[in-house]
């Protein structure tokens, strides 16, 4: 049974993310602002505050579009996507998905992956703190026991994948960049996001690491890991694991290890 | 929990960051953060535990959404309880407002009709962060630009009464009161004179920008003239408070912050030996 509180509260949310009026039932006019005024400033606020977040987080699909076409593509993403939380910095996720979709992107097919990448830029600035790993535990795994071990990875490491080249093209805009065209021929490229001292830090991978990274961060024990690179072509699946492993310790993107039984 | 300083403090923004951590420290007896942009992990809260170091902190949120009918967001709830344990901030602050309805969320302080079953859910809600905080929160009065029909009390009777069921605390804002006054008819004086003295432990002070006759409380300009004589007439009553200034649109630098809340701290030093009213005071008439 529904309150009569979250009934209002319901009939407000309705009228201030879309056009239903029915709260207007519920509400007086004061002598500076009647109802509607009062429901037109929720409704501004609402597109102001959630356009503001979009702004900040794709900054680059914003400099790659230019800002007529950017106004249009945030005013539908708020048109259509509701928020879900409290937290704004929580808003936006679905942008890359929106830009697959609309026939007005598809002459620059490498723009959801922009936007991917910004949103996991986003992410990786926010995610959560780890502790320093205690390398005593790995000195601690029996030589024999190594191929069976798993990794848990630091919450702020994004792993990104693109039939574009993504590092050049997010290269190319950064402020000091003095690159004038990337050329889209060079073929895809993946990219790994991760945060060891508080600054996001990014960095182009090659396939096999990016494969051996996303089978370790959705848990697969290092030998399978290793194995799932059999999947990438020979030049592909040619990676230095020992460095990989240095990396993800060195900077601090190792939380827990386990070892299956 | 320290406790802040009764003095005037200023919202702590992203731009004045690197003020605040200059080898010089500005001389600001205090900060509010804005609970929600530290929440995770990284720079922004690196920054705020560094800043920390320097100056009290109270942590002021603007997403728990209070009055929500559907009951607290379990994760905002620990996110905040987290950072709590993390800063570990003089002061905890929350609206008195919901946000979220059927899963959706409007990122805004949206108001409600002030009526006893919402008091019974918002006792709720305020027992359940202060519980899982382990301390009180103030709770800040709100800017509304509508008002409902169902209403049975004002809001400051149901601060009131909030106080009374939950023990938590009062924040006063007194630009929030003015642009009710104007918008909505509330009489900002009365209002005051509803809340309990000794309950109210912070006030805000901020400016508003104007939509033809409305007032929108933007927190992007001066404090206004009427305003100024709000506060001075709630420190009479409710005695020398810890007092934040807020500017969040169209920032000005640090040092113009600064000197609007020297304004204030003029206004709260000539305060400074006023003691709340007594309860004697209070049921023989007020002064105000």
């Known amino acids: 049974m529904s309150s009569e509180l979250a009934q209002i509260q319901q009939q407000m949310l309705n009228a201030v993310t879309g ?71 929580r808003y936006g996720d679905k942008l890359p998905a929106l830009l697959r979709t609309m026939p007005e992107a598809a002459g620059l097919p490498y723009l959801a992956d922009v936007a991917a990448l910004e949103w996991a830029w986003h992410s990786t600035y926010y995610a959560p703190d780890n502790a320093d790993f205690d390398m005593a535990r790995l000195a601690a795994v029996a030589p024999e026991a190594f191929a069976r071990l798993g990794f848990v990875l630091a919450p702020a490491l994004q792993l990104l994948r693109s039939d574009y080249p993504l590092y050049a093209i997010w290269q190319r805009h950064q402020p000091e960049c003095e690159v004038e065209q990337v050329d889209l021929g060079m073929g895809g490229q993946c990219v790994a996001l991760w945060r060891p001292y508080g600054q996001v830090q990014i960095r182009p991978l090659s396939s096999g690491e990016f494969q051996l990274l996303l089978a370790l961060q959705q848990g697969a024990s290092l030998e399978q890991a290793v194995e799932s690179l059999d999947s990438l072509t020979d030049g592909e699946a040619e990676v230095d694991v020992q460095a990989v492993l240095g990396w993800l310790l060195q900077q601090r993107m190792l939380v827990d290890i386990r070892v299956a039984v | 929990m320290t406790q802040l300083p009764i003095a005037v403090g200023v919202g702590l923004r992203g731009t004045h960051y690197r003020d ?142 909030l106080v009374e069921r939950t023990g938590c605390k009062i924040l006063l804002d007194v630009n929030n009161i003015y642009v009710n006054q104007v918008n909505l008819g509330i009489d900002a004086r009365q209002f005051m004179r509803a809340l309990p003295v000794g309950q109210v432990a912070e006030i805000h002070l901020a400016g508003f920008s104007t939509l033809e006759d409305c007032l929108v409380d933007s927190h992007s300009q001066p404090v206004c003239a009427e305003v100024w004589l709000l506060y001075a007439e709630a420190l009479q009553r409710f005695g020398a408070l810890p007092t934040l200034l807020e500017w969040d649109i169209d920032i000005p630098p640090l040092t113009v912050l600064m000197q609007e809340a020297d304004k204030a701290q003029q206004i709260l030093q000539q ?17 105000l």
């Not at chain 2, 942009?37 to 100056?55: D, K, P, W």
């Not at chain 2, 305060?271 to 002064?287: F, L």
Request: charged content about 20%; aromatic content about 8%.
């Open chain 2, 271 to 287: 305060a400074g030996a006023w003691q709340p009213m007594n309860r004697e005071q209070k049921e023989h008439g007020d002064v």
């Open chain 1, 19 to 89: 056009t239903s009026t029915a709260v207007q039932e519920c509400l007086q006019s004061g002598p500076g602002c009647s109802s509607e005024r009062g429901m037109d400033v929720y409704r501004n606020n609402r597109r102001v505050v959630l356009k503001s977040m979009l702004s900040s987080v794709y900054r680059i699909v914003a400099q790659i579009v230019g800002d007529d076409f950017f106004q249009a593509l945030i005013h539908r993403y708020v048109q259509t996507q509701p928020s879900l939380s409290g937290n704004l910095h």
């Open chain 2, 20 to 161: 605040f951590l200059a080898d010089q420290a500005p001389a600001v007896p205090w900060l509010e953060a804005h609970s929600e942009n530290y929440f995770g992990g990284g720079a922004a809260l690196h920054t705020l535990m560094r800043i920390r170091e320097r100056y009290p902190i109270s942590l002021h949120g603007v997403g728990m959404g209070l009055a929500s009918a559907d009951g607290l967001d379990a994760d905002h709830l620990r996110e905040l309880q987290q950072l709590v344990a993390t800063v570990q901030p003089a002061a905890v602050s929350e609206h008195l407002s919901w946000n979220r309805s059927g899963g959706q969320v409007i990122n805004d302080l949206l108001p409600f009709p002030y009526t006893a079953e919402a008091l019974e859910l918002v006792a709720r809600n305020v027992d359940q962060v202060q519980q899982a905080l382990g301390c009180a929160i103030a709770v800040e009065n709100l800017s509304s630009y509508v008002r409902f029909r169902q209403t049975a009390m004002s809001e400051a009777e149901f601060l009131a009464a």
